[in-house]
């Protein structure tokens, strides 16, 4: 049966722009029409008046499997992180420790307005890992990326450490042939990449990804590199380009980054984390320089909220920030107007997520022929009114509280407030469990 969403504000984040009244036509997984006023016999009909409706937030990098760990890594560097989780507490993970937190980290998403998450997983050392972290994925209805990962312990004695092993081929093959065509998934590759493993490694693992038409996410910055002329050895062989997502992106340089914004290279910012964590400044204002954006990603929900909201106004905050201080040393006053907009900022957790995900053409936007997946914020609440802007009202007012219902591919995951996801007392027992399980195992457990 169709959907018809009648009687809210529209943002679009498309060529309609802002619609202040206007209805939704949805039927199947797909947007049909929207337009100031929509008759559609038969449609069950969505009294949406007082709300707003907004694409469908993309969280562009999270390491879910951390979810049982919540506020565990809160007051860690990221060198105490390197330290205390990827050698510590990723040990003691099982398969099923994957899949529980995957789930409810995902229902999580959902429910604060996260219609597409891009799972960064790497704690995963055994096939069965990988596949109790997609089960937990496909059974919360998420549109999702499952970016297949590697662990990262100690190496013990004898054992090749971790930067010298390249990525598992055989492993991702067997992931994509068993979720070939999946409606709401796909498989992608979080490498190593220059900064963390040999030269090696990484020309293994860029090629390995070119090959299978997979984008190669990984993370840059954080220590010394371990391939100092990695990126330039890349660029050489030809490896770089769009299928390349840099996350955090530290420690390049402004003609790096030039070269690799001209090559049509992607970027992740993690703004609450890495400015909590001591990765250094989001890479924002230097990509805007080169008429690029990043997508926003939560990173750990073992430091910070899983909010994506939250991110767009903290990532907002930093930059503004910057140019601001900026402005003030160069001019010895405060700038006339602000560099940023708060359209901007809702465009790195829609647009922007969509576009690293190359997938720009069905999902961050509204528009029709796209997929349904949207979020309906309750406007009318105590701390939204009045509404004078609704971009501005959704980044910087709105909060998990007001959002009303989210849809995913014209299926309803939230409804009037309320998660569509069943009693979920038994998978917050187990994740509780499963929490407990971990941090006594590392002698963490309070």
Known sequence: MPILIRGATVVTMDRQGDLPRADVLVDADRIV???????????????????????????????TWQTALRGVAANWTLLEYFRKMHAGLATAFGARDLFIATRVGTLNQLNCGTTTLADWCH????????????EGLL?????????????KPDPKPGQVPFWEVPHPRAEVERLLKAHQGHALLSIQAAVLGPHYSTLEVAMHDFRMARELGL??????????????????????EGLLGPN???????????????????????????????????????????????????????????????DMLTQARVALGIQRSLDNVAYRE????????????????????????????????????????????????RASDLNMQPVHDPVSSVVMQASL?????????????????????????????????SGEKITRAMGLAT
Do not use: Y
Not at 220 to 226: E, N, V, W
Not at 264 to 289: K, N, V
Not at 334 to 360: F, K, N, Y
């Open 244 to 306: 390349i997502n840099i996350v955090h992106g530290h420690a390049l340089s402004d003609a790096q980054l030039k070269r690799f914004c001209d090559l049509g290279m992607s970027f992740s910012a993690a703004a609450e984390s890495e400015m909590s964590q001591g990765h250094g400044h989001p890479l924002t204002g230097r990509l805007r320089q080169f008429g690029r954006a990043p997508s926003l990603g939560v990173d750990l929900e073992s430091v910070l909220s899983g």
């Open 139 to 151: 059974s919360t209805g998420i549109r999702a990326a499952f970016f297949h990962g590697t662990p």
């Open 401 to 433: 509280a007001n959002v009303d219902s989210v849809m995913v591919a014209g299926q309803w995951k939230k409804r009037a407030g309320k998660l569509l996801a069943g009693d979920l007392s038994a998978d917050l027992q187990a994740l509780r469990a």
């Open 33 to 63: 029409e929207i337009a100031p006023a929509i008759t559609a016999e038969g449609a069950d009909v969505v009294d949406a008046t007082g709300c707003i409706v907004i694409p469908g937030l993309v969280n562009a990098h999270m390491h």
């Open 330 to 377: 160069a001019h010895g006053t405060i700038p006339p107007t602000s560099t940023i907009t708060t359209r901007e900022a809702l465009s790195w957790v829609t647009i922007e997520g969509a576009r690293m995900l190359q997938q720009q053409d069905r999902i961050g936007s509204l528009a029709a022929g796209k997929q349904a997946d949207l979020v309906v914020v």
């Open 123 to 134: 704690n995963n050392p055994t096939p069965e890992h990988n596949d109790a972290a997609i």
């Open 215 to 236: 984008i190669a996410s990984l993370h840059q910055g954080g220590g010394a590199a371990r391939t100092p002329d990695g990126w330039e050895r890349l660029e050489a």
